[in-house]
């Protein structure tokens, strides 16, 4: 491939396109997002997302030669000097490559269907959503339901977290009581997680099987009242301490599912 010579000015237009898409103002979509290192520009493409422009480091050109990157693609690529591009991204240890691209818009999946569901509300911290969305696609969580006062889910910092699940989990965002009309309707039970109680019921001994839906709530308020009346169930995760951070307990309920789940779908040996 045969590459431009390296821009120099930080006041570039391609440099102050890059830098607008890691400023978190990128929502929906279509709108333009940024994104750096191997790994989730490789996940984009896995995802069948076209790169509007891909952006190399100097002297990291070499980058497009490595396995994750076979075959890449974009409508335009440009070369940025060390010292633009560092000014450019926003991690702290950039890896040489970049590219901005167009945010997907993820068809919502059929609520008719028996499958798992995670309903996040109130959620702040970037990190905590995008852990909980790497986990949800881990896991077979079908389709995420954020609050509106969640963290956006093309926060840079969550499309880092998430290691690129972002790009492949349904997320729809609506108020908690349409969240759940909606699931209720579609006969989903909604398990609301809460710190041990002795209204809740251990999460191994709750029937976590399709079609049920998980509720996990703010880092520190946890869930509200509001979410709490309109859950059909209380779990808790048994533990040594109180309660877990929000993305670590999410976690732990979406596998304690997941394994249900599989172990519903085992033929009976007898």
Known sequence: MQLPPP??????ARVKLLRAGFSGEATKPGELLSVEGEHLLAEALRS?????TLYLREGNESVLDRPGLA???ARSVVVLSREVFTSAVDTASPQGIAA????????????????????IESL?????LGTLLRSAEAFGIA???LTPDCVSAWNPKAVRASAGSVFRMPIVRDNIANIAAALKTADVRLFAAVARSADATPAMDAYLVAPCALMVGNEGAGLTQEALRLATSLVHIPCAVESLNAAIAGST???E??????????????
């Open 7 to 12: 821009i120099t000015s930080r006041t570039n």
């Open 48 to 52: 069948g997302l076209p790169l509007d």
């Open 71 to 73: 075959g890449v693609t």
């Open 100 to 119: 901005t691209l167009t945010i997907p818009d993820l068809k919502p999946h059929p609520v008719a269907q028996p499958c798992l569901h995670l309903v």
């Open 124 to 128: 702040q911290d970037p990190g905590n």
């Open 143 to 145: 389709q995420a339901w």
């Open 253 to 255: 309920l979406m596998y």
């Open 257 to 270: 599912a997941s394994r249900q789940n599989l172990l519903a779908t085992v033929p009976d040996p007898a």
